[in-house]
């Protein structure tokens, strides 16, 4: 079956813009959490959601945010870009929510590559 | 605070040789950890995943032991070869909080001929 799919895979944006990025999970999951990664930083948990419903959020500022609708696909949304935004950002997707045990297993897709100049 | 370690940060090795990665843990309760492997310019992929009472599991070539005691997993990986270049990265689960899962930075390994 199709894998975890995130458009569109790279972007370039300018400082002060916004931006909004997509992913479609594996059909049949209905958990999607999102990822920024950093060479300084690694990979950092932003938010999950399951059921159209944010379950988790992680440590960054509201510029951040996401939705979930009713057939799984999933956006975040980045608001006033700011240089230090230039990552890549994963999307990852579940059968259920990761915390919930067996059937939490993520399959990740393969990023979008944001450079904010 | 939940914080996961991982050893060497990057490390060459030449094709054909085994090699152990570190992985070190203070993320409590436990629930599961798990070694991703990541190509240059792609998403991570699950190689295995040990819940508490595991100590040792084997995809392949790939092989994780887990210490629950002393909170310490390694990825042992044999006879290597170059596509096995790539950043591997050790997570573990905390089943609470914000973040329910807790990410390394992952180690580098380059295989070289």
């Known amino acids: 079956k199709a894998g975890v799919t995130q458009t569109p895979r790279y972007l370039i944006k300018t400082r002060g813009q916004q931006v909004t990025l997509s992913c479609s999970p594996i059909s049949g999951h209905r958990s999607v959490s999102w990822y920024q990664q950093t060479p300084g930083q690694g990979l950092q948990f932003l938010f999950e959601y399951f059921s159209e419903t944010q379950r988790n959020k992680g440590n960054f500022p509201g510029r951040f945010s996401g939705r979930q609708f009713s057939n799984s696909r999933s956006e975040m949304n980045v608001s006033t870009l700011e240089l230090g935004d230039s990552a890549l950002y994963l999307c990852?997707?579940?059968?259920?929510?990761?915390?919930?045990?067996?059937?939490?297993?993520?399959?990740f897709g393969p990023g979008t590559r944001l450079t904010v100049t | 605070k939940n914080q996961v370690e991982q050893s060497p940060q990057s490390l060459i090795i030449l094709e054909g040789k085994n090699c152990t990665l570190q992985?070190?843990?203070?993320?409590?309760?436990?629930?599961?950890l798990r070694w991703y492997k990541q190509d240059t310019g792609r998403g991570p992929v699950s190689l295995t995943i040990?819940?508490?009472?595991?100590n040792t599991k084997s995809n392949g070539r790939y092989t994780a032991t887990l210490d629950a005691d002393t909170k310490q997993s390694s990825l042992h990986i044999t006879a290597s070869q170059l596509s096995d270049s790539a950043s591997y990265i050790c997570v573990v689960s905390a089943m609470t909080g914000n973040t329910p899962l807790v990410f390394g930075k992952g180690t580098r390994l380059s295989v070289i001929a």
């Open positions: 040990m819940t508490f009472s595991e």
């Open positions: 992985c070190n843990y203070t993320v409590s309760p436990f629930s599961n």
């Open positions: 990852a997707s579940s059968r259920v929510p990761e915390a919930q045990g067996p059937g939490g297993e993520q399959y």
